[in-house]
């Protein structure tokens, strides 16, 4: 397979003279990051932000006064067309394996293509908004084989002192269509042995270290072990206690969570996840994946909101 990147993408310098700005303490800029692979870097006087170009990747937030909320692993690969290790990667339009075709990537391609920017603007609040497009007219042939249908996936991120990811599907086709997605992001928790989990008691959830298996949570969520499981039918709130801070997890438009901490034997055979990478990570992913998925009437639209907010304890 050809690489799968974007058609056509302006430069940074472009990039800038278009979008970038600096109102006050509210800025706005475009840089090349590691890989060459142009970044976004937003500072304003409620957060500071980092997303990459690629994927419309999220690699930082960190609201004012407070430690850095997102977690990426010090071994993580920039470069073309690959997959970064931290961050909020976007699984889109699909979550884990293809249903039909073990050949195509896991999770879809949105995390690896360069993401067209279309807005960025300061807001009144002291916050800053940018918003990107992933038009999938616009990506080659073999991406067009692997999603024949006329999509367009909107995604605006808000960053102030609670951090908003707005992810909407567009359906350009003249049938239907049912898509898997996750905003997956990595959280940095500090030492993930003291770190608990509420909101998904009494859920159903899949074990994949099982094989899928179906089985009901009964206490909060604590980890001392691999975990990878899909939480369904969870539209609640989710809080992640690591007995520093918090962090809250609201969403909506998202039927399932997915948790997910390798552990240190799957986490030593993957590479790119750090030394002891594994202790300082959660992933907690607000999704409509397995038995949740979304169908998307011809001409109509999907909208999967998350907000992720600090509080100390």
Same mark, same amino acid.
């Given at each position: 397979?050809?690489?799968?990147?974007?058609?056509?993408?302006?430069?940074?310098?472009?990039?800038?003279?278009?979008?970038?700005?600096?109102?006050?303490?509210?800025?706005?800029?475009?840089?090349?990051?590691?890989?060459?692979?142009?970044?976004?870097?937003?500072?304003?006087?409620?957060?500071?932000?980092?997303?990459?170009?690629?994927?419309?990747?999220?690699?930082?937030?960190?609201?004012?006064?407070?430690?850095?909320?997102?977690?990426?692993?010090?071994?993580?690969?920039?470069?073309?067309?690959?997959?970064?290790?931290?961050?909020?990667?976007?699984?889109?339009?699909?979550?884990?394996?293809?249903?039909?075709?073990?050949?195509?990537?896991?999770?879809?391609?949105?995390?690896?293509?360069?993401?067209?920017?279309?807005?960025?603007?300061?807001?009144?609040?002291?916050?800053?908004?940018?918003?990107?497009?992933?038009?999938?007219?616009?990506?080659?042939?073999?991406?067009?084989?692997?999603?024949?249908?006329?999509?367009?996936?909107?995604?605006?991120?808000?960053?102030?002192?609670?951090?908003?990811?707005?992810?909407?599907?567009?359906?350009?086709?003249?049938?239907?269509?049912?898509?898997?997605? &996750?905003?997956?992001?990595?959280?940095? %928790?500090?030492?993930?042995? *003291?770190? !608990? @989990?509420?909101?998904?008691?009494?859920? /159903?959830?899949?074990?994949?270290?099982?094989?899928?298996?179906?089985?009901?949570?009964?206490?909060?969520?604590?980890?001392?072990?691999?975990?990878?499981?899909?939480?369904?039918?969870?539209?609640?709130?989710?809080?992640?206690?690591?007995?520093?801070?918090?962090?809250?997890?609201?969403?909506?438009?998202?039927?399932?969570?997915?948790?997910?901490?390798?552990?240190?034997?799957?986490?030593?055979?993957?590479?790119?996840?750090?030394?002891?990478?594994?202790?300082?990570?959660?992933?907690?992913?607000?999704?409509? &994946?397995?038995?949740?998925?979304?169908? %998307?009437?011809?001409?109509? *639209?999907? !909208? @999967?909101?998350?907000?992720?907010?600090? /509080?100390?304890?």
């Amino acid at each position: 397979m050809s690489s799968t990147t974007i058609m056509y993408t302006p430069s940074v310098e472009q990039l800038n003279q278009t979008f970038a700005f600096q109102n006050g303490s509210n800025s706005l800029c475009f840089k090349t990051g590691k890989g060459d692979i142009p970044v976004i870097e937003i500072q304003n006087e409620l957060a500071s932000a980092t997303i990459s170009l690629q994927g419309a990747h999220l690699l930082s937030w960190v609201p004012a006064g407070e430690e850095e909320v997102i977690w990426l692993s010090d071994d993580a690969t920039f470069a073309a067309a690959k997959s970064v290790r931290g961050g909020v990667p976007i699984c889109w339009p699909w979550f884990g394996a293809h249903k039909n075709n073990a050949a195509y990537p896991a999770h879809g391609f949105a995390r690896t293509v360069l993401w067209q920017v279309t807005d960025a603007q300061p807001l009144s609040t002291g916050g800053t908004q940018i918003t990107f497009k992933l038009d999938t007219n616009q990506l080659n042939e073999d991406i067009k084989c692997m999603w024949p249908q006329p999509t367009v996936a909107e995604y605006t991120l808000t960053v102030a002192k609670t951090l908003s990811l707005q992810l909407t599907t567009f359906n350009h086709s003249d049938q239907s269509i049912t898509i898997g997605q &996750a905003l997956h992001t990595y959280f940095n %928790i500090g030492d993930i042995t *003291r770190t !608990t @989990l509420y909101g998904l008691e009494g859920r /159903e959830y899949l074990d994949k270290t099982e094989a899928f298996k179906r089985k009901t949570q009964v206490d909060p969520v604590s980890i001392n072990t691999e975990i990878d499981r899909i939480y369904l039918q969870t539209a609640d709130d989710v809080i992640i206690d690591n007995t520093k801070r918090k962090i809250i997890i609201k969403k909506q438009g998202s039927q399932s969570t997915v948790v997910w901490n390798p552990w240190k034997d799957a986490a030593e055979k993957m590479g790119d996840l750090g030394k002891s990478g594994y202790l300082n990570m959660l992933c907690v992913e607000s999704a409509n &994946a397995a038995e949740d998925t979304v169908t %998307i009437r011809a001409g109509e *639209r999907h !909208t @999967l909101l998350v907000t992720y907010a600090v /509080e100390g304890i």
